[in-house]
């Protein structure tokens, strides 16, 4: 007999085109891993990929800004592996079915999927209103019930779940992981196993909750089938539960251990698996989610025998007052309500002023240093398009690869996507650019003056776009002067309109100091300023900017 190969389904010319795409800094990122407690150098599985798998929204009712910074911080990761010129598969998934969509939706006199529905279109929109890249599969837990029902089978057959069944022997729809026959239980968050790595892990540790911090959670208040005295043993957890008397029939499913619907984490488990195969290189979430959810999922997935995600990420929570933003705290802002205030972009730039990891603390302070961070940029991408003859292309930008990014940005970002360092180095650019405009008039070499000029202009609006907040790319650019650079490249109908009222009055205060009529010229700029626009003269001309 002679030993045979399955042949392996492997394009090698495309595997080798992933890899070649692949930026040189991409050697140089390190990432910190819940799991070890330690920062260290990413090896994607798959050369030239990464599979990313975030924990998305429980549609139960609005998003809050606790919620979103978790996107917009992975939105960022993932960016950053695109400009180092990975593909990436982004999972995110939507839990549509559970207690809170169950009770609220009876409460408010509404079907369940209805309430599901209304509000999954509500996180929707808050993502694309603040510039999250849309998930390559955005899966519903109620689009995935043969997945989760297979699954736990998996996990009966491998002797790590049982059935509950009732004095007649009868399966009752409740199903446990059963814990002690899973002795790695604990290795994502039992805190007394491992090592804190620096500052920010000790931080998330005390605040983030895990198997040695014993109590009430008051961030993720217990399941109550996870209270059922049927349960083996006080840590096993509900894979699948029978439903409650209040349960409407259509929110109950027939399988072999019972009629009932999905505990809490099998879902993740189930669509992870199903969308990225067996280990993928990252599962993201919110600090809240590590224990228990993050925690239980990984034993379940292991438990059936599929490797668990290669890296644990978790970003940290935004603070009021260092208590946890949360509706159910009493503390949590609707996105809406701080859009109503504030423009997408200065939102979407504070939520990610901070390493992911690192707490944000949300104030009028926090708002007020993103409107100014806007009011710099926006006038530099301004002033420089104008200095040089027109704004880069998007595709111009989009195509400038992590190794042609200046050395500094690149590594803050690949040491564990430090965005405040990141964002430091775009400050000094900036600085630097308008420098090189204040002598633009001066310098003889004009040509080559324009094309120093251009080049920073082209490195800061592509560093910009690594953190989402190129001002000339799409959501900020069809939002005018609210969300993007204002002038070049702003095209809507109110800032044309705003722009010519505008002109005018500067082409008559320039009339004005021509005739020396200084008083007349300072009631000009000092009007406008009272209108909220902020005038600067430049070799080249005043330029205006919303304040």
């Not at 297979?150 to 009966?156: G, N, P, R, W």
């Not at 400050?427 to 308008?434: D, L, Q, V, Y």
Request: net charge negative.
């Amino acid at each position: 007999m002679t030993n045979t190969q399955e042949p392996q389904n492997i394009n090698i010319s495309s595997v080798a085109t992933a890899v070649d795409a692949v930026a040189s800094a991409a050697a140089d990122l390190k990432l910190y891993d819940t799991a070890s407690h330690a920062v260290s150098n990413f090896t994607p599985i798959k050369p030239g990929q990464v599979g990313m798998y975030v924990c998305g929204a429980t549609v139960q009712s609005s998003p809050h800004i606790g919620h979103i910074r978790a996107a917009v911080a992975f939105d960022v990761v993932r960016r950053w592996f695109e400009r180092l010129g990975y593909k990436v598969t982004f999972v995110r998934n939507v839990t549509d079915i559970d207690d809170k969509i169950l009770d609220k939706a009876a409460a408010a006199g509404q079907q369940w999927w209805e309430r599901a529905y209304i509000y999954e279109r509500e996180f929707t929109e808050a993502y694309n209103t603040l510039g999250v890249e849309p998930p390559t599969y955005e899966p519903r837990a109620t689009g995935h019930m043969i997945d989760m029902i297979d699954l736990i089978k998996q996990i009966i057959d491998n002797g790590h779940g049982y059935v509950v069944t009732d004095e007649n022997g009868n399966p009752t729809g409740n199903v446990y992981f059963d814990v002690a026959s899973w002795p790695h239980y604990g290795e994502l968050t039992h805190q007394k196993q491992t090592a804190v790595a620096d500052a920010a892990s000790e931080v998330a540790d005390a605040m983030g909750p895990s198997v040695d911090n014993t109590g009430n959670d008051k961030y993720n208040p217990v399941d109550p089938a996870d209270m059922s005295e049927d349960k083996h043993d006080p840590r096993d957890f509900a894979l699948w539960k029978a439903p409650k008397d209040s349960d409407p029939l259509d929110a109950r499913w027939n399988t072999p251990f019972g009629t009932g619907r999905p505990g809490w984490h099998i879902e993740c488990s189930a669509m992870s698996h199903r969308y990225l195969k067996d280990m993928f290189d990252i599962h993201g979430g919110g600090l809240d989610l590590r224990f228990p959810h993050h925690e239980n999922e990984m034993a379940q997935t292991r438990a059936a025998g599929y490797d668990s995600a290669a890296r644990w990420m978790h970003s940290a929570w935004v603070t009021a007052k260092g208590e946890k933003m949360s509706k159910s705290l009493g503390n949590g802002l609707s996105v809406p309500a701080v859009l109503a205030e504030n423009s997408a972009w200065v939102v979407r730039y504070a939520l990610g002023s901070v390493q992911y990891r690192s707490m944000l603390e949300w104030s009028d302070q926090t708002l007020t240093e993103a409107q100014s961070a806007y009011d710099r940029v926006s006038n530099f991408i301004e002033r420089a398009g104008a200095a040089v003859g027109g704004q880069p292309s998007r595709e111009e930008i989009v195509s400038v690869s992590a190794d042609e990014l200046p050395a500094d940005f690149v590594a803050a970002m690949n040491d564990d996507i430090n965005v405040s360092g990141a964002s430091a180095v775009i400050f000094t650019a900036i600085r630097s650019g308008n420098t090189l405009l204040s002598k633009l008039a001066d310098r003889v070499d004009s040509d080559v003056a324009k094309d120093e000029v251009r080049a920073v202009l082209v490195n800061v609006r592509a560093m910009l776009d690594t953190l989402g907040l190129d001002p000339l790319a799409e959501p900020w650019v069809s939002e005018g002067a609210a969300g993007g650079a204002a002038g070049a490249g702003a095209d809507s109908a109110e800032h044309t309109a705003l722009d010519r009222l505008v002109s005018e009055q500067l082409e008559e205060r320039a009339e004005a100091r021509k005739a020396k009529d200084f008083a007349r010229a300072d009631a000009i700029r000092d009007a406008l300023g009272a209108a909220g626009i902020a005038i600067e003269d430049t070799p080249q001309g005043p330029t205006w900017t919303l304040k």
